[in-house]
């Protein structure tokens, strides 16, 4: 299960404050991603990156922030303007965004996130 | 944008019968469509995927079925084992190009010893 982590694994955070949470890869994959899963929902999108210096938002990218100033790193700071924060994230990479055929995902381990 | 619908979202089943997941997709130009499973307090990881260019893959107790008319896909499970007790997740998107990959809601699939 190695190549990509997230740290860590659980974090509680006071209501109001920012968070970052961590996610890293040595798989060398251009692409990375970060979604919300909360129970009932699946997987929902929030950003992604095809490439070093360059992220688009997802489907619900409100309240949330994100850079990509090196391949292995995109980590995500989930802001006090998300309404509704405690939710399992999950951190994902593939060799590119899918404009060569490749598609495939994988996965961190996740981090939950609890605002109290 | 792609909407992706999935059925049911919770499933159990003898162990040894088999299980059938259905998903069905909203956008026509999505051509590839992968499977994932998550293992209770684990990370999704894919498990099979197909592409538009084939109505059905296998992989040993694995099978997923696509009707690009109808637009639906489906992932059967045979002879199923303990540890195929997961929450499963299909997923649609265009093969080439930045689109995103759409998830669906998943179905949490408990098999019965």
């Known amino acids: 299960d190695g190549g990509i982590t997230q740290s860590p694994k659980y974090l509680f955070r006071k209501e109001g404050q920012n968070v970052t949470l961590s996610c890293e890869q040595n798989l060398n994959h251009d692409a990375m991603y970060w979604y919300r899963q909360d129970p009932g929902q699946g997987l929902r999108l929030i950003y992604y990156?095809?490439?070093?210096?360059?992220?688009q938002k997802g489907d619900i990218a409100e309240g949330y922030s994100v850079s990509r100033e090196k391949k292995e790193s995109f980590p995500l700071t989930v802001t006090s303007a998300q309404k509704n924060p405690t939710a399992f994230y999950l951190c994902?990479?593939?060799?590119?965004?899918?404009?060569?055929?490749?598609?495939?995902?994988?996965f961190g381990p996740g981090t939950r996130l609890t605002v109290l | 944008g792609e909407n992706v619908e999935q059925h049911p979202s919770t499933l159990s089943v003898q162990e040894g019968d088999s299980a059938v997941i259905k998903c069905t997709y909203s956008?026509?130009?999505?051509?590839?469509f992968p499977w994932y499973k998550q293992e209770l307090g684990k990370r999704p990881q894919l498990i099979i995927d197909i592409r538009s260019n084939v109505g059905e893959k296998k992989d040993q107790r694995i099978a997923v079925t696509l009707n690009k008319t109808a637009k639906h896909f489906s992932l059967h499970i045979t002879e199923t084992q303990p540890e195929d007790s997961a929450v499963y997740f299909c997923a649609a998107k265009k093969r080439f190009g930045n689109e995103k990959l759409t998830f669906g809601t998943g179905t949490r699939l408990t098999i019965i010893p």
């Open positions: 990156s095809q490439i070093v210096n360059d992220f």
């Open positions: 956008d026509s130009a999505s051509n590839y």
């Open positions: 994902a990479s593939s060799i590119d965004g899918g404009t060569l055929g490749s598609n495939e995902q994988f």
